[in-house]
């Protein structure tokens, strides 16, 4: 077991998922029997192997420094689930 | 000497001066409507993607040379994932551990003495959004015009040993960071910000304490004041003999204190990871050059001329240079009126005087650097006296019109004509027989109430030196 | 039958005015509504924009205007791409009520080349599937066995195409989400190189892998669409400034020297023997008509899932973290933030895409990114490098698309052996080349796909060989028979 079910807890509380007990024990099963999957990966040395987080060769791709008009706010707030004054609508924050 | 030393290190946050936004092409104007700057990408729509404003890049660059960084060949964007309704894709475009400029340095003077402190990294990435909370509302609301607005972060070694220092240090990184043009930096008005990492240790220990990190100081002022509660704070925590802890406090202007922000979910985990959409930047040779020969001179360098080349002392220099604003204004002058101590007076006194009173910087004013020699020049040649000189700006910081103007208009002319001022002279001698009598019996001041007399009749406008010498003369 | 048309054929019909594009949009919705109740491939189906847009195009012919290359052809677009007020829901809850008020790059050109939208396809949630059973809505059914699913993630398109409802669809590829489909439904798909097709507008499952690419009834249809839908956005940092070419020009050009690497880990024990046969006969008919095979190894074939699966998931988490109830989808009741936040995406997720981002979010971890994240990106370079130092050799790799033919619906229940299913086509993604796939054969009268891999943009290469192929093989006219089965038994 790589991971135990409090931790899978955690990252179900990083990624801001509820989980009840039955889902949190089912993901932990799941999840450990994909991560003992991916220990092959340490068969592999790469030590001395350079990361690849991009496939391509680019660099500097840059935009000028333009204005170009963007939304309506009437287009900007369509899919709102809650507006009011022209502004998105959220529960208080609690910290 | 007080038993602990103090150990402060500060995360500035600085508004880059860019027309558009850092990833798309909404601008980044202030003070709009609410969500009327905003475009899919800013608001982190679906499928929505960011493409880098090439601007941000050379500014960044800028304000690290400015800071003596060194610009790292490859620098890359990361994201810095948490959740909060200010941050449309619940992540942030940050750099975490390749940033555009590293290991710099900066200078400041403080009681006489130059103090140099580390800059450990100048870093680009976007701004959050606006949320404003009703005060008793059990809502937020949340306005994304600044979301994607370009920020700096430039971060200090812990070097800094005071709150002093760390308002001193704060100052003249907004003065080098104006020069370079690169942003408004107005504390004020959120385009500089100021998070602080905060911790003590025993005197003569080498090894620092446990830290606070401070946030919402929003001003030059609250910085030191939040600063100065916070290390007293931690002193008695000390003193009682508990232990500091390492959390984030926030700064009350109003109470005057720091609190503690508990968060009732776990400590913070970024999960930071390169950005798959965007691409690296290399930045070569030739690149930094070429923006380093678009640096003005800054700030140090034009203090240090000012000295040698206009014979200016190091006070005026200090003070004249700490503005952009007003050293661009002062050799202007300069370049019309060759007197450097008599422009730096000028400006020092009155020009500061009325700058502070109204809070805002020189180059707001209508006051032109033509009409400040001008005004010089009527001084110098007796047209009119230092007195009147002071009437005359208020004027011109008003209406802009030209000194001479003025002075005709106004009929501000000085008299230097003899017998006009001997006649103004004897009357006052005549209305004034006990300050006469007082003068004649030694006591000197007197002098000073019948010159101002003098003065008062002719409305400030008898050379001062001719009143002064005409009344010894006439009671000698 | 009009709905049969190609690309191509139907384009021909138009030129030559013997038929109008609304009599070909007409013909395809009727398709639609005779067929979809049982293939079950669009989540929405656009039909007043659709007849509309096909009126315009017909206007614009009768006074005679210069018309756009695919001017009134019938289209769908899987539904992760964005149209300006038209559903995108990504198959989600999260986003079922969600109309862009903007247009996908691929959106934007493809009403330029004159086409029709008929309407949006089904996907397993966010693209994260193989099958379509993971779409919050429906699954998909595979027209030539409305029992068995037509693959994913892209289904919807692959099966909407297979089953004549449109002339031709777009998919989306992170890890074989169209050759995939594209193998159990018997028609052609093809990822293009990374970087080719700009993926603004494209709802992002993995940013690094994820490009857009056409599913066609041919290869000639396939360059067409090419042609509407590749080349340089500024809006795509990761788009590459270069200029696409005629991807029809090279068609003709045979396989004559053509030099094929056929890497053997694609042929090992995991792969059906009927799938090994027929892909091994399309490789004899390519080596007939004048190419040259040789054996190769491609070593780290086997650590393709493992990255994969780290890799995307990681994306993926970062990702879908807007999905968050504050700006647009799916909003739970909570009387404060953070209930907002868990309740909305616990009810609005499946499990499938739970499931990654919980693997993501821990890859990424404090403590875990370098055993995780950080070794599947190093791992990455060294599939990268197998293929990099092929191609000094090989202007192909042939290899199955897919380790069987479709399986039947609800049969596939273990995450990890459903993952298995990609294990030929995720390597192409990783290293971020092109890559088609075309059928080569049935077994069970179910197609068996054939995977063309290139070099990065030698697209019109895999295209001149694969036309080579076609012509000689004939599959491209084989159809699925939508009578005899009745619809599918209720999920």
Redesign the interface.
């Known amino acids: 077991m790589k991971?135990t079910g409090k931790?899978?807890a955690?990252?179900?509380?990083?990624?801001?998922?509820?989980?009840s007990e039955d889902e949190t024990e089912k993901?932990t099963s799941?999840?450990n029997?994909?991560?003992e999957?991916?220990d092959?990966?340490?068969l592999?040395e790469?030590k001395d192997?350079?990361?690849?987080?991009?496939?391509?060769p680019?660099?500097?791709?840059?935009?000028?420094?333009?204005?170009?008009p963007?939304?309506e706010?009437k287009?900007?707030?369509?899919?709102?689930?809650?507006e009011?004054?022209?502004?998105?609508?959220?529960?208080?924050?609690?910290? | 000497m007080s038993k602990y030393a103090t150990v402060i290190g500060l995360e500035v946050h600085i508004e880059l001066a860019t027309a558009s936004k850092i990833f798309c092409s909404c601008p980044t104007e202030f003070g709009k409507e609410p969500n009327t700057h905003v475009c899919p990408v800013c608001l982190g729509l679906p499928g929505s993607l960011p493409v880098l404003n090439r601007r941000v890049v050379e500014f960044a660059i800028k304000a690290g040379l400015a800071l003596n960084c060194e610009i790292p060949r490859f620098a890359k964007f990361d994201r810095k994932n948490y959740f909060y309704p200010d941050l449309p894709k619940a992540y942030q475009i940050s750099q975490y551990d390749l940033p555009l400029a590293v290991s710099g340095y900066l200078e400041f003077a403080l009681n006489g003495e130059t103090k140099r402190v580390g800059i450990t990294r100048v870093h680009i990435e976007e701004d959050a959004g606006k949320l404003v909370h009703g005060d008793f509302a059990d809502y937020s609301l949340a306005d994304y015009n600044r979301t994607g607005v370009p920020l700096i972060e430039i971060v200090s070694e812990p070097d800094l040993r005071s709150p002093e220092e760390a308002k001193a240090y704060l100052e003249k990184l907004k003065s080098v960071i104006q020069y370079t043009g690169i942003s408004d930096v107005k504390m004020e008005e959120g385009s500089l910000r100021c998070d602080a990492n905060v911790s003590i240790m025993p005197a003569g220990s080498k090894e620092f304490g446990t830290r606070s990190e401070i946030k919402n100081m929003n001003s030059f002022k609250a910085v030191q004041r939040g600063l100065v509660y916070e290390v007293d704070r931690q002193k008695e925590v000390l003193e009682a003999g508990g232990k500091v802890v390492q959390e984030t406090r926030r700064w009350d202007e109003h109470k005057g204190i720091t609190f503690s922000m508990r968060s009732k979910e776990e400590a913070h985990d970024y999960r930071y990871f390169p950005d798959p959409d965007l691409v690296p930047i290399i930045v070569e040779h030739d690149w930094v050059e070429e923006i380093r020969q678009s640096l003005p001179e800054m700030p140090d360098a034009r203090r240090t001329r000012y000295v040698s080349e206009w014979g200016l002392p190091e006070y005026d220099a200090a003070v004249i240079t700490a503005s952009k604003a007003m050293s661009d204004f002062f050799e202007a002058t300069l370049a019309e009126y060759h007197d450097a101590k008599a422009v730096a007076n000028s400006l020092m006194g009155e020009i500061l005087k009325y700058l502070n009173a109204h809070g805002i910087e020189i180059h707001q004013t209508r006051l032109t650097p033509s009409h400040l020699a001008e005004l010089l020049k009527l001084q110098t040649d007796g047209t009119i006296s230092g007195k009147i000189a002071k009437t005359v700006f208020e004027e011109m910081f008003s209406s802009g019109k030209k000194p001479a103007e003025i002075v005709k208009e106004q009929g501000l002319v000085q008299i230097s004509d003899k017998d006009a001022i001997a006649a103004i002279v004897e009357q006052v001698i005549t209305d004034n027989p006990k300050s006469v009598e007082d003068f004649k019996a030694g006591t000197e001041k007197a002098i000073g109430f019948l010159v101002g007399q003098v003065m008062k009749i002719s409305k400030g406008r008898a050379n001062p030196e001719m009143v002064n010498q005409l009344l010894r003369e006439k009671l000698r | 039958m009009l709905e049969e048309c190609t690309v191509a054929e139907a384009l021909k019909l138009l030129g030559k005015k013997e038929i109008s594009a609304l009599e070909l949009t007409e013909a395809a919705l009727h398709r639609v509504e005779a067929v979809d109740e049982r293939i079950k491939a669009f989540v929405t189906v656009t039909r007043n924009e659709a007849l509309a847009t096909a009126a315009l195009v017909d206007a614009k012919r009768l006074s005679g205007e210069e018309m756009p290359p695919l001017a009134g052809i019938p289209m769908a677009l899987k539904d992760n791409m964005c149209t300006k007020g038209v559903l995108t829901t990504c198959s989600s809850k999260i986003l079922d009520n969600f109309k862009p008020p903007y247009d996908a790059t691929v959106v934007e050109l493809l009403r330029d080349a004159g086409t029709v939208l008929l309407g949006k396809t089904n996907l397993d949630e966010f693209a994260m599937g193989s099958s379509t059973e993971n779409s919050a809505l429906f699954t998909t059914r595979n027209p030539w066995d409305v029992e068995r699913v037509p693959g994913g993630s892209s289904g919807g398109s692959a099966a909407a195409v297979a089953a004549d409802e449109v002339c031709f669809a777009l998919g989306s590829d992170t890890g074989g989400s169209i050759r995939q489909p594209a193998a159990f439904c018997g028609v052609v798909g093809l990822k293009p190189t990374y970087g080719r097709v700009s993926r603004y507008g494209l709802i992002a499952f993995a940013s690094s892998l994820d490009q857009i690419g056409p599913f066609t009834k041919d290869i000639w249809d396939c360059a067409l669409v090419m042609n509407a839908i590749a080349g340089y956005d500024s809006r795509d940092t990761t788009s590459v400034p270069l200029a696409s070419p005629d991807y029809t020009a090279q068609l003709l050009g045979g396989v004559k020297g053509l030099r094929i690497g056929v890497p053997k880990e694609y042929f090992a024990a995991g792969i059906d023997r009927d799938v090994r046969n027929a892909v091994q006969k399309a490789l004899n008919v390519l080596v007939a008509l004048g190419a040259e095979a040789e054996e190769i190894s491609l070593p780290h074939t086997d650590y393709g899932i493992p990255v994969y699966y780290l890799i995307a998931p990681a994306e993926a988490s970062s990702n879908l973290a807007r999905y968050d109830g504050v700006q647009y989808g799916y909003r739970a009741e909570a009387d404060n933030l953070l209930e907002m936040y868990k309740k909305t995406r616990s009810q609005g997720f499946g499990s499938e895409v739970k499931r990654r981002i919980m693997l993501g979010t821990y890859a990424l971890s404090s403590g875990y990114y370098d055993a995780y994240y950080l070794k599947a990106l190093k791992v990455r370079t060294l599939i990268k490098q197998d293929f990099d130092e092929a191609f000094k050799k090989f202007d192909l790799i042939l290899t199955p698309t897919a380790p069987s033919t479709a399986f039947p619906v609800g049969t596939v229940e273990d995450p990890l052996t459903m993952y298995l299913n990609d294990i030929c086509t995720i390597p192409v993604n990783l290293a971020g080349l092109p890559a088609l796939s075309m059928p080569c054969g049935f077994v069970n009268n179910l197609p068996v796909g054939l995977q063309l891999i290139g070099k990065p943009f030698a697209e019109a290469t895999i295209l001149q060989a694969a036309y080579a192929y076609e012509q000689h093989s004939g599959l491209a006219k084989k159809k699925p028979v939508l009578s005899g089965k009745g619809v599918p038994k209720d999920e």
């Open positions: 991971l931790e899978v955690h990252v179900a509380s990083l990624a801001r998922l509820a989980m993901f799941q999840l029997a994909i991560l999957f991916a092959k990966l340490n592999l790469t192997i350079l990361p690849t987080a991009h496939v391509l680019l660099k500097n791709v840059f935009r000028e420094d333009r204005i170009c963007g939304l706010r287009e900007a707030l369509l899919n709102a689930p809650e009011e004054e022209g502004m998105f609508r959220v529960p208080r924050v609690i910290e």
